[in-house]
């Protein structure tokens, strides 16, 4: 089972365009944070959220973190084809044993010009 | 300052024989990370260091896969024997405190 689930999947939207994709957890949260990875480059840390109702802007992009619904959401404002890539939430989900680090599915972005 | 540092950046074996892959971290982070990502899906942490000694291994199939971080600094994870199913980017990513931060990972191929 996934721990983390990304959605959409994948996007394709026109330049210009505003897009959230989502980031939800089955378990507790401890640190959620979002990644941009494009083809044959490793990932780029974005930003990294801790508590709930948090909320950071970088650019364009910002991200929420709802503690409650165990979720975070990724937007970006205006998107242009430099926003084009693979993005990926990463947390600290608790464990039996302790937290572990996991990575979500992954969303794919496209953004015609 | 410089970045997480990988080698090599690809590589071409025939299943069965072995592999290693080189990661240099960003000066200073304490703690590596490598990951396994296959094509299509998020990345899977395989072991995780904190400066010479093992944090995490949890996932790790440890029947093939080994990994060292020899004075706390560089580490080398290898693979031996290869599989078909391990074809996969390599990913290595070093944190000083929450962030990680990655390299540009190594593309197996195993055929």
């Known amino acids: 089972s996934q721990e983390l689930e990304q959605s959409p999947q994948s996007l394709i939207v026109q330049e210009g365009k505003n897009l959230t994709i989502n980031c939800t957890s089955s378990?507790?949260?401890?640190?959620l944070y979002w990644y941009k990875q494009k083809y044959g480059e490793g990932l780029i840390f974005l930003m990294m959220l801790q508590k709930g109702g948090e909320e950071k802007s970088h650019e364009k992009i910002t991200a929420k973190l709802d503690e409650k619904k165990q979720q975070s959401s990724l937007h970006i404002t205006a998107s242009q084809p430099s926003h084009a890539g693979i993005y990926l939430c990463g947390a600290d989900i608790s464990r039996g044993t302790g937290n572990q680090f996991y990575f979500g599915t992954g969303t794919s972005l496209t953004v015609i010009p | 300052e410089a970045g997480v540092a990988q080698s090599p950046r690809y590589k071409i074996i025939e299943k069965r024989q072995s592999v290693a892959f080189w990661c240099n971290p960003i000066?200073?982070?304490?703690?590596l990370y490598w990951y396994q990502q296959i094509l299509g899906q998020g990345p899977k942490l395989l072991i995780q260091?904190?400066?010479?000694?093992?944090?995490?291994d949890s996932q790790l199939p440890k029947d093939r896969f080994s990994a060292e971080r020899l004075k706390g600094v560089d580490s080398t994870l290898k693979i031996q024997p290869a599989k078909l199913e391990d074809s996969a980017v390599y990913l290595c990513?070093?944190?000083?405190?929450?962030?990680?931060?990655f390299g540009p990972g190594t593309r197996l191929l195993v055929l």
């Open positions: 260091f904190q400066n010479n000694g093992v944090v995490d």
């Open positions: 000066s200073g982070h304490a703690t």
């Open positions: 990513a070093s944190s000083l405190r929450e962030a990680q931060y």
């Open positions: 378990k507790t949260l401890y640190g």
